[in-house]
Protein backbone atom coordinates (compact mmCIF):
# COMPACT_ATOMS: atom_id res chain seq x y z
CA UNK A 1 0.00 0.00 0.00
CA UNK A 2 1.24 3.23 -0.60
CA UNK A 3 2.40 6.22 1.28
CA UNK A 4 -0.84 8.21 0.23
CA UNK A 5 -3.37 5.10 0.57
CA UNK A 6 -1.96 4.71 3.80
CA UNK A 7 -2.49 8.48 4.71
CA UNK A 8 -5.55 8.60 3.49
CA UNK A 9 -7.10 5.25 5.89
CA UNK A 10 -5.94 6.50 8.68
CA UNK A 11 -7.67 9.98 8.30
CA UNK A 12 -10.62 7.91 7.29
CA UNK A 13 -10.22 5.88 10.33
CA UNK A 14 -10.16 8.88 12.90
CA UNK A 15 -13.11 10.20 10.95
CA UNK A 16 -15.17 7.21 11.59
CA UNK A 17 -13.46 6.84 14.93
CA UNK A 18 -15.09 10.59 15.90
CA UNK A 19 -18.60 10.11 14.53
CA UNK A 20 -18.37 6.58 16.07
CA UNK A 21 -17.52 7.99 19.61
CA UNK A 22 -19.81 10.85 18.82
CA UNK A 23 -23.11 8.10 18.21
CA UNK A 24 -21.89 5.95 21.64
CA UNK A 25 -21.90 9.51 23.70
CA UNK A 26 -25.40 10.06 22.51
CA UNK A 27 -26.14 6.89 22.27
CA UNK A 28 -25.14 6.68 26.44
CA UNK A 29 -27.49 9.74 27.11
CA UNK A 30 -30.82 8.41 25.59
CA UNK A 31 -30.31 5.01 27.54
CA UNK A 32 -29.76 6.62 30.52
CA UNK A 33 -32.91 9.08 29.44
CA UNK A 34 -34.60 6.14 28.57
CA UNK A 35 -34.23 4.13 31.51
CA UNK A 36 -35.04 7.36 34.25
CA UNK A 37 -38.35 8.10 32.11
CA UNK A 38 -41.66 7.20 33.54
CA UNK A 39 -44.58 6.88 32.04
CA UNK A 40 -46.93 6.52 35.59
CA UNK A 41 -46.91 9.18 38.26
CA UNK A 42 -47.50 5.89 40.82
CA UNK A 43 -50.70 6.93 41.25
CA UNK A 44 -53.93 4.84 41.32
CA UNK A 45 -54.34 3.45 37.52
CA UNK A 46 -58.02 2.60 35.88
CA UNK A 47 -57.78 -0.45 33.91
CA UNK A 48 -56.84 1.52 31.09
CA UNK A 49 -54.08 3.74 32.35
CA UNK A 50 -52.90 0.43 33.40
CA UNK A 51 -52.71 -1.23 29.64
CA UNK A 52 -51.32 1.92 28.62
CA UNK A 53 -48.38 1.82 31.05
CA UNK A 54 -47.82 -1.39 30.52
CA UNK A 55 -47.70 -1.20 26.63
CA UNK A 56 -45.30 1.99 26.66
CA UNK A 57 -43.24 0.38 29.10
CA UNK A 58 -43.17 -2.82 26.76
CA UNK A 59 -42.00 -0.04 23.79
CA UNK A 60 -39.42 1.49 25.83
CA UNK A 61 -37.72 -1.66 26.34
CA UNK A 62 -38.23 -2.40 22.85
CA UNK A 63 -36.36 0.95 21.95
CA UNK A 64 -34.08 0.68 24.67
CA UNK A 65 -32.71 -2.81 23.58
CA UNK A 66 -32.54 -1.37 19.80
CA UNK A 67 -29.87 1.18 21.45
CA UNK A 68 -28.00 -0.89 23.55
CA UNK A 69 -28.03 -3.71 20.25
CA UNK A 70 -26.50 -0.25 18.11
CA UNK A 71 -24.21 0.85 21.49
CA UNK A 72 -22.56 -3.02 21.62
CA UNK A 73 -21.57 -2.93 17.68
CA UNK A 74 -20.31 0.91 18.46
CA UNK A 75 -18.43 -0.73 20.58
CA UNK A 76 -17.01 -3.50 18.39
CA UNK A 77 -16.31 -1.45 15.51
CA UNK A 78 -14.58 0.34 18.01
CA UNK A 79 -12.32 -2.77 19.78
CA UNK A 80 -11.74 -3.20 15.48
CA UNK A 81 -10.23 0.17 14.82
CA UNK A 82 -7.86 0.45 17.95
CA UNK A 83 -6.68 -3.32 16.83
CA UNK A 84 -6.31 -2.70 13.44
CA UNK A 85 -9.23 -4.87 11.36
CA UNK A 86 -11.80 -2.61 10.84
CA UNK A 87 -13.09 -2.49 7.36
CA UNK A 88 -10.86 -5.73 6.40
CA UNK A 89 -13.09 -9.11 5.18
CA UNK A 90 -11.75 -11.61 7.30
CA UNK A 91 -12.49 -13.84 4.59
CA UNK A 92 -10.43 -12.36 1.36
CA UNK A 93 -8.88 -9.51 3.31
CA UNK A 94 -10.29 -7.03 0.62
CA UNK A 95 -11.89 -3.85 1.80
CA UNK A 96 -15.29 -3.96 3.34
CA UNK A 97 -17.38 -1.10 1.62
CA UNK A 98 -18.19 2.46 3.36
CA UNK A 99 -21.78 2.14 2.50
CA UNK A 100 -21.32 -1.25 4.33
CA UNK A 101 -19.64 0.14 7.38
CA UNK A 102 -22.13 2.71 7.49
CA UNK A 103 -24.77 0.39 7.57
CA UNK A 104 -23.18 -1.97 9.83
CA UNK A 105 -20.20 -0.35 11.83
CA UNK A 106 -18.91 -4.01 13.06
CA UNK A 107 -19.16 -5.97 10.12
CA UNK A 108 -16.21 -8.41 9.67
CA UNK A 109 -16.99 -9.11 5.97
CA UNK A 110 -17.18 -7.70 2.76
CA UNK A 111 -21.28 -8.15 1.45
CA UNK A 112 -19.91 -10.95 -0.92
CA UNK A 113 -18.20 -13.28 1.76
CA UNK A 114 -20.87 -12.53 4.08
CA UNK A 115 -23.55 -13.73 1.74
CA UNK A 116 -21.35 -17.09 0.74
CA UNK A 117 -20.99 -17.40 4.84
CA UNK A 118 -25.31 -17.13 5.51
CA UNK A 119 -25.68 -19.71 2.44
CA UNK A 120 -23.24 -22.21 4.14
CA UNK A 121 -24.40 -21.91 7.88
CA UNK A 122 -27.90 -20.72 7.78
CA UNK A 123 -28.21 -23.50 9.73
CA UNK A 124 -26.60 -21.79 12.80
CA UNK A 125 -27.66 -18.16 12.06
Do not use: W
Not at 27 to 44: A, G, N
Not at 54 to 68: G, I, P
Not at 97 to 102: D, F, H, V, W
Amino acid sequence: MSEAKKDARVANLEKVKAELLARKQELEQEMTTLYQDKFSDDQVQDAGDQALTSVMESLKSSFHDAKLEEYNRIIKALDMIKDGTYGICVDCDNPILEKRLKSFPNATRCLACQEAFENTHHDSI
